[in-house]
């Protein structure tokens, strides 16, 4: 399970090795797509990592808040506060790798053409899970105040 707060940058460090569907390439020409949908509203954001490290083990993706997003340079904007599905899917290059629009899918169902070696294919599901995104300390939708101790006895009667 991924641990996110609002409003704040996302390390998300999950195994897509193992599941790795085209093993023909070098793993730097892979890219990984991160869907999550919300499980409130049903609200979809997609986005690449803005950084992005393949490891033997485990990828490490990292994603920035932004009031505006954008798939490709890995901005993202999740809201509200509460759970989220995560899907993270396959993307490969035979040529440069460039993630722009026009050169990498924008989703999962999304094909490139004319098909050419600097864009990019959708291979398939590689891992999925949830997620829970947390408040930002002071922007939570119900704010308690603390309020002194009263110095005297407080009575409460009853009827009034």
């Given at each position: 399970m991924?641990?996110?707060?609002?409003?704040?940058?996302l390390t998300i460090y999950v195994q897509t090795a193992?599941?790795?569907?085209?093993?023909?390439?070098a793993s730097t020409q892979i890219?990984?797509?991160?869907k999550f949908t919300n499980d409130m509203d049903g609200a979809v954001h997609y986005a690449y990592g803005g950084s992005e490290t393949i490891y033997d083990r485990y990828t490490k993706i990292m994603?920035?808040?932004?009031?505006?997003?954008?798939?490709?340079?890995?901005?993202?904007?999740?809201?509200?506060?509460?759970?989220?599905?995560?899907?993270?899917?396959?993307?490969?290059?035979?040529g440069t790798v460039t993630v722009s629009s026009?050169?990498?899918?924008?989703?999962?169902?999304?094909?490139l053409s004319p098909a050419a070696d600097t864009k990019g294919v959708v291979q398939g599901l590689v891992t999925k899970g949830k997620m829970y995104l947390a408040e930002k300390d002071g922007t939570q939708q119900v704010q308690y105040t603390q309020r002194e101790a009263p110095s005297s006895t407080n009575y409460i009667y009853?009827?009034?």
């Open positions: 991924i641990q996110a707060i609002t409003e704040t940058a193992d599941n790795r569907i085209d093993t023909s390439i890219r990984h797509l991160v994603l920035l808040y932004n009031t505006t997003p954008n798939i490709y340079d890995g901005k993202t904007k999740l809201f509200p506060a509460g759970y989220w599905k995560y899907e993270i899917y396959e993307v490969s290059w035979i026009g050169n990498a899918p924008a989703t999962e169902t999304d094909v009853y009827g009034q």
